[in-house]
């Protein structure tokens, strides 16, 4: 059935509930002088190339690439735009490898038609912090689909990262393979209410008109919590400290440092936002959220163009009550003009996702381990990773 992830290093159907097969690594790792030196044949219509993400040139190909070709909801009415500066700050966080961006382009031609890229991550599953690829934008353009290139640059982009001595990766993909460490569920909670259901993205509940539905979705005008504010560089070194307590509680957490908190979660606009709650008595910094910016086109509306979608990244809360800090989240989100605010189940995301009025959307993501078998399948609620 998978004829290719069957031939691979991860959890197969087959093994699940076999709790004589051993946590951790499922091949060892062997000397990098011994990892295959040249790139994986591809057909002869089509040749490797690196993507320099920071020449405009570049980035304008992937970006046209990803926006007609990259991820659709499964009745194909919106597609993922990831923006350019977006792809910038995505693909080049401490200590990134260029070699690790990888397109594929058309011989004649030069046109990019396909991508696949990793970043280095220090990840932690249980008590064990192995270093990590993340695998994201793996794209084939529509043209060029079920010809079995997908396999070829997931193995090309296995060879590059093993050749950096990495021997493990975490990817998410909302389509079921061998084999999810955990199955996540999408959660919506409307900020325009009137352009959600006029582009198809909701629809008026049952025994619900559009004037009660945009007052059900009401927020007031400015936060409530004291001392919320946007984080600053100043703010990295508290915020580490704050993110890395919270994160250990989960069993799959990254490990951040200050440098990965000032990439991941310095404020970037129309990229990331970040806010903190700093006590206005001890000037103690107690809370954090933080959300990313990734708008959808609209497929063949009249109308809109344009879905702009926020989505929940890390939030931590010690004094702040969860539900208060992401209703101010939700608050900053709405006065940004988004239409929509967006988080999966993880962490403890499920404890105001109702109450919120966040409801259920139709897809599900599912997270992966490349090269790491884990005993039992994970609750949303023990991950504490979020990729973009
Ligand atoms: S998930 C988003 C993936 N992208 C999209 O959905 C965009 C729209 N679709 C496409 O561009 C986030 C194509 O449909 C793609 C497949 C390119 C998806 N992950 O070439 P063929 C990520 O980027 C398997 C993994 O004929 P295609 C994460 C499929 O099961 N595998 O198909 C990426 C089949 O194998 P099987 C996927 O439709 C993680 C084979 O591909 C997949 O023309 C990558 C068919 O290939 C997916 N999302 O192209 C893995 N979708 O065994 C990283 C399909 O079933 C692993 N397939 O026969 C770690 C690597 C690093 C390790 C380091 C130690
Ligand atoms: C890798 N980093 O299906 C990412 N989105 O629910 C790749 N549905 O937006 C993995 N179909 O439910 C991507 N509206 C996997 C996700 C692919 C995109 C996707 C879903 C997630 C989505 C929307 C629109 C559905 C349109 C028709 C949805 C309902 C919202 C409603 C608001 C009011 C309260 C109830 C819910």
Redesign the pocket.
């Known amino acids: 059935?998978?004829?290719?992830?069957?031939t691979?290093p991860v959890g197969q159907f087959k093994d699940q509930g076999d709790t004589s097969l051993p946590e951790g690594p499922i091949q060892l790792p062997t000397p990098v002088s011994e990892v295959k030196q040249e790139p994986y044949n591809l057909p002869g219509l089509y040749e490797w190339t690196t993507c320099d993400i920071d020449s405009e040139e570049t980035c304008a190909e992937v970006y046209s690439l990803l926006t007609n070709?990259?991820?659709?909801d499964d009745e194909n009415m919106f597609r993922f735009n990831y923006s350019k500066e977006f792809l910038r700050w995505a693909l080049r966080p401490p200590g990134y490898f260029k070699s690790w961006h990888i397109g594929v382009r058309v011989k004649v031609s030069k046109k990019l038609v396909?991508f696949?890229t990793?970043i280095p991550a220090r990840i932690r599953v249980g008590d064990v912090v192995v270093m990590?690829?993340e695998?994201?934008?793996?794209?084939?353009?529509k043209k060029?689909?079920?010809?079995?290139?997908?396999?070829v640059?997931?193995k090309e982009?296995?060879r590059r990262?093993?050749l950096e001595n990495?021997?493990?990766?975490a990817?998410?993909?909302?389509?079921v393979?061998p084999t999810p460490i955990a199955t996540c569920q999408y959660w919506h909670r409307s900020l325009n209410p009137k352009k959600l259901i006029d582009v198809g993205f909701s629809r008026l509940g049952a025994r619900m008109t559009m004037s009660r539905t945009i007052k059900l979705y009401k927020l007031p005008e400015s936060t409530v919590t004291p001392g919320f504010r946007k984080m600053e560089l100043l703010d990295v070194p508290a915020v580490t400290r704050l993110l890395r307590d919270y994160l250990r509680q989960f069993i799959v957490a990254p490990v951040f440092d200050e440098d990965d908190v000032e990439h991941w979660l310095l404020p970037t606009e129309n990229v990331v936002d970040s806010y903190l709650v700093e006590s206005p008595e001890t000037h103690e910094i107690t809370d954090f959220c933080s959300f990313y910016t990734l708008p959808s086109s609209i497929l063949g509306n009249q109308n809109h163009s344009i879905l702009k979608a926020a989505y929940s990244y890390y939030n931590v809360s010690t004094k702040t009550p969860l539900l208060q800090l992401m209703n101010d989240a939700l608050i900053v989100a709405k006065q940004r003009d988004f239409d929509v605010f967006n988080a999966l189940d993880v962490m403890h995301n499920e404890s105001f996702l109702k109450e919120l009025k966040f409801g259920p959307g139709d897809g599900q993501l599912h997270y992966?381990l490349?090269?790491y078998r884990v005993k039992h399948a994970l609750k949303p609620s023990e991950l504490g990773l979020v990729l973009l």
């Open positions: 059935k998978h004829k290719f992830w069957e691979q070709n990259y991820v659709e396909a696949i990793g990590k690829a695998i994201n934008f793996l794209c084939v353009h060029l689909r079920s010809k079995r290139l997908a396999p640059m997931i982009v296995t990262v093993h990495i021997w493990q990766a990817y998410t993909a909302g389509v393979l992966y490349y090269n």
